[in-house]
């Protein structure tokens, strides 16, 4: 015959034991005058520690987050790993929201941002903080959520699916990890809009995290996750296209050191008519970078500046914290087809329409693309857009205007939104020859 547990008997003693320090487990709390208080129960402190773990037990078990425990604010880097100022603030500000909204959760929290950028652990830091605080909270990422939802209608199932789906629904604080990344079939937009809706109509606390831009969702969602009463958005990073980004990508290493500073201006070996004319095209290019309108038009013969001077006001955009969007043309047009490719990561639209739509955009090597039908016409669609919407443009091309198609040749020359430059000056690189006389460039390569 076996022996009883210490649990056992303290359910089936007359008096119940406590089984972590074997006294009672309820007692009587003592009066001021030292005696007991026999109106009163309480269990005893041992019961009680016991209990928190128990209910601490509970909430880790509900709260659906496994190997993520490990993810919290100790552990993030406050203003995470990207390399540049204006990604580090914006992740700064959106680690403070997301301390904040776990001490107190309120409205919704929404955070975007290209793969690997931090939004899951700043998620999960959220859950394991309120966790701590000994608060319930359940975590789901979208795909998975819609997984249990459809094997809740299989008939071995112990949770039916109106109580899975009751049990997402009115979680006291919701995350939903990686939305935008579930199958786009008319059920699962169906579900996640039942469980959305209901989320916001009830104003319950909600932490929503996405890779996909949140203009590229349907628009009940878009309105949804960008309502400026419930809900606080916070993007951690510009979102990359390929090498394509609001920093520079891969392949640009050249433009990223070209800085007005290391623009050489004063070539003395140059006639002074040339040199007042690259003196007069440099300080324009400053002005533009510092008050962005308009479009400015950098013509000129290969090695003469017009890439530097480009890149340059994209530098000061970036040193100043500002978006801007540098693209090599044919690169663009490379990047174009290669999203037709079904293992392309970027779509076709989300990669034309940030270039279309970038509040400012330099084109670079405008004409080297192949003149096919096909480039010229999607050139045409991006120079179009951003002509009618007046967006701020930078284009430079070794091409006359008359080389150019005409209807693109005349929206660089409209005195209204452009302002061309010809930058008439020979390749820079003949300033590095040795020749007797002739004073010696300090400038390294890179000059176009």
């Known amino acids: 015959m076996g022996t009883w547990s210490d649990a056992e008997e303290a359910e089936t003693s007359p008096t119940p034991v406590c089984p972590v320090c074997k006294g009672a487990r309820f007692v009587h709390p003592t009066l001021p005058s030292g005696k007991p208080d026999f109106s009163q129960v309480v269990a005893c402190r041992c019961a009680h520690k016991e209990d928190d773990k128990e209910h601490r037990a509970r909430l880790e078990q509900y709260s659906n987050l496994g190997s993520l425990k490990r993810l919290t604010f100790d552990n993030l880097v406050a203003q995470g790993r990207s390399g540049y100022a204006l990604n580090q603030k914006r992740f700064r500000q959106a680690y403070q929201a997301a301390q904040a909204f776990a001490r107190e959760p309120k409205g919704w929290l929404v955070l975007t941002g290209p793969s690997g950028c931090g939004k899951t652990h700043l998620a999960a830091a959220i859950a394991n903080e309120h966790l701590r605080l000994g608060h319930p909270v359940l975590y789901k990422t979208v795909p998975d959520l819609l997984d249990d939802l459809r094997s809740a209608f299989g008939p071995d199932r112990e949770i039916a699916y ?114 007042e004319n690259l003196e007069h095209v440099y300080r324009a290019a400053i002005d533009f970078a510092k008050s962005p309108e308009g479009w400015l038009v950098f013509q000129g013969a290969t090695g003469c500046g017009k890439t530097h001077l480009a890149a340059a006001i994209v530098n000061y955009r970036y040193q100043a914290e500002k978006s801007a969007l540098f693209v090599v043309v044919p690169e663009f047009l490379d990047h174009l087809r290669s999203t037709f490719s079904p293992d392309s990561k970027v779509s076709y639209d989300q990669l034309f329409e940030r270039v279309k739509t970038t509040p400012l955009l330099v084109l670079d090597d405008f004409g080297e693309q192949a003149t096919t039908p096909w480039a010229q016409e999607k050139l045409y669609q991006v120079i179009n857009y951003r002509y009618n919407a007046r967006l701020s443009t930078v284009i430079t091309t070794r091409y006359s205007l008359e080389e150019i198609e005409s209807r693109i040749s005349s929206r660089f020359v409209d005195p209204k939104l452009s302002t061309p430059f010809n930058i008439d000056v020979p390749d820079y690189r003949g300033d590095l020859r040795p020749n007797k006389g002739t004073r010696k460039s300090r400038r390294g390569p890179g000059y176009r």
């Not at 929503?208 to 951690?236: A, F, K, N």
Request: aromatic share 8%; net charge negative.
């Open 162 to 275: 109106d109580q899975s789906f009751d049990q997402v629904r009115n979680a006291p604080l919701l995350i939903l990890d990686d939305l935008g990344t579930q199958s786009s079939t008319p059920w699962a937009k169906e579900k996640l809009d039942q469980l959305l809706n209901y989320r916001f109509s009830q104003e319950l606390p909600t932490v929503i995290t996405t890779g996909t831009p949140l203009e590229q969702l349907d628009e009940r969602m878009y309105s949804r996750l960008t309502d400026p009463v419930l809900c606080q958005v916070h993007t951690l990073e510009e979102r990359q296209m390929g090498s394509l980004d609001y920093t520079w990508g891969p392949g640009l290493e050249l433009q990223k050191n070209m800085t007005f500073d290391s623009f050489d201006w004063q070539r003395v070996n140059l006639p002074l008519e040339k040199r």
